[in-house]
């Protein structure tokens, strides 16, 4: 059962580097709220159970791990699809957009 679902969304301005653009919407989400589920059932903060769900236009391009390695703690499963925006420049190339849903429960 989620017990919180928090979004963000990020971007890569010059190199239109998903995983880069992922990892801002990721703490984008982060920033938003202080993620304190655990301590307020009274469980380690390691009992959580993260789903990130990454939106961006080439879901290969993202290096998962490095995703998984932005949460300070819990169990972290990275899900990428396609979604989030490439944004073509005038002067050539395109900032790309990422979109972030992190869902969260307990073990």
Do not use: N
Request: proline share 4%; aromatic share 4%; charged share 20%.
């Amino acid at each position: 059962m989620t017990i919180l679902i928090e979004y963000g969304q990020g971007a890569s301005l010059r190199r239109s580097d998903s995983t880069d653009a992922a990892l801002r919407a990721v703490g984008h989400a982060l920033w938003r709220t202080s993620i304190q589920v655990a301590d307020a059932f009274g469980q380690s903060r390691d009992a959580m159970r993260i789903r990130a769900e990454i939106g961006v236009p080439a879901p290969e391009t993202v290096d998962t791990a490095r995703i998984a390695a932005a949460f300070p703690y819990g169990e972290v499963e990275v899900v990428v699809q396609a979604g989030g925006l490439l944004l073509p420049k005038a002067g050539g190339g395109a900032t790309l957009m990422a979109l972030a849903a992190l869902h969260v429960d307990l073990a």
